[in-house]
């Protein structure tokens, strides 16, 4: 399929990869330009459908009516758009609606440790998308932690991938078991050759030789960065050295007792500069998310010579040492990187009123502490760092 953008009609003009300006071609354009058409459809027709979807909570008793209530105003919107433009795409829409309910579903019973028939939560798919993505992450998960039916050795992916392929059809169970996840490279890369062996049909198998390929390609980057860092221990105030990379980041070890020592030992370490602090942990997908625009800040605070630092405090919950090195290796992310144990962290998130991971604190020159200046990375300029120096 071929996508033609006129530069000369969309300059300076927003819109949702449909429009005067926009034209699909080939294989699959009718179903691409129906489906963006359904997007605008559905944005205009039930705008009020998603704010209580996300609030609704999993422990409400009423949870199962108020799910039901709010998908038939879906289902609804659906008919009204295959009434409008056609069936076309009905399959797709209909399918990636199940999914979103069904995912939904699953959340519920994952909270309520509900199991129920099989056939129930298994719905056809034709299309990825962000829901259809959730559907298959729950599905995981409910797999794992409500159906799996040895609680020693949940945590045994091999077991779990043998329990998938036992308990449902092929392709549920290669979606089931290609959700194995590990934030380390290394630990994932060899899940992913593990679970190989498991796959049943063609298209997981071929999935996964290309995430494979992609991991291989990583981890070699990734050992050259390590073999490369310098790592003589020193002791510094803020901790000892354990690591100093090329791409500008120190690596250390926190020794403070607590979080108000540490944040003292910080501003002192960095006496009238402004300190910017992310809280953070390397399984929080959220904060990964946010390092590039962090990233990018730094460098161009370091071109600009601007009085900035960029501190990152990472819990030592649920990791190791290692893993959170290698983390940060990954991401080649610069500034100065503090491994700090969980008591220590979950005493600054009290000291700045953060409800969890990321969380961002700025420290001005004068020594104030700001917990409201950002929320997050991608919102932050380097303007706006720099109104804070004066």
């Known amino acids: 399929m071929e996508i033609t953008f006129d530069l000369s009609k969309l300059n300076k003009k927003e819109i949702y990869m449909i429009g005067d ?66 069936t076309t795409c009905k399959t797709l829409i209909d399918a990636a ?38 559907y298959f992450r729950f599905l995981h998960y409910y797999v ?14 091999v077991k779990v991938a043998d329990y998938a392929n036992q308990t449902f059809p092929k392709n549920y169970a290669d979606i089931i078991n290609l959700r194995f996840e590990d934030d380390d490279i290394a630990a994932q890369n060899k899940i992913y050759k593990t679970i190989l062996n498991k796959l049943n049909s063609k298209w997981a198998k071929e999935n996964i030789r290309i995430e494979i390929d992609g991991l291989n390609v990583k981890q070699t980057k990734l050992e050259k960065l390590l073999a490369s860092a310098k790592s003589a221990p020193k ?10 990379f090329s791409f500008d980041a120190e690596l250390l070890s926190n020794q403070s007792k607590d979080g108000s020592e540490l944040l003292k030992t910080i501003k002192a370490k960095y006496h009238n500069k402004l300190i910017v602090l992310d809280i953070w942990a390397t399984w929080c997908a959220p904060c990964i998310g946010q390092m590039p625009y962090s990233k990018k800040l730094y460098h161009e605070a370091k071109g600009a010579k601007s009085p900035i630092e960029f501190v990152y405090l990472c819990t030592d919950q649920g990791l190791n040492q290692e893993k959170w090195i290698n983390k940060v290796a990954e991401l080649e992310q610069p500034g ?6 969980n008591n220590v962290i979950s005493e600054l998130l009290s000291l700045f009123n953060g409800a969890g991971f990321p969380t961002y604190a700025v420290i001005k020159p004068n020594g104030e502490i700001d917990t409201k200046a950002i929320s997050w990375m991608k919102d932050v300029t380097l303007e706006k760092l720099e109104e804070m120096t004066k």
């Not at 794992?144 to 992916?157: A, F, M, Q, S």
């Not at 002791?235 to 100093?244: A, F, R």
């Not at 100065?336 to 144990?341: N, P």
Request: aromatic share 14%; net charge neutral; hydrophobic share 30%.
């Open 336 to 341: 100065t990187h503090i491994f700090v144990e």
């Open 21 to 86: 300006g926009i034209s699909f071609a080939g294989k699959d354009a009718e179903v691409n330009r129906q489906m963006n058409e359904y997007i605008l459809f559905d944005k205009k027709h039930n705008p009020d459908f998603y704010k209580p979807l996300r609030q609704l909570n999993p422990s409400d008793p009423n949870f199962q009516y108020k799910l039901d209530s709010l998908f038939k105003i879906q289902r609804n919107t659906d008919q009204a758009f295959y009434h409008t433009y056609g």
């Open 144 to 157: 794992k932690y409500v159906l799996y039916p040895v609680n020693e050795t949940r945590g045994d992916y």
């Open 235 to 244: 002791q510094t105030s803020l901790g000892k050295i354990i690591k100093e």
């Open 97 to 134: 609606t199940d999914a979103q309910y069904t995912y939904r579903q699953l959340d519920y019973y994952l909270t309520n440790k509900i199991k129920v028939a099989n056939d129930s939560i298994l719905v056809p798919i034709y299309s990825i998308s962000n829901h259809v993505s959730d």
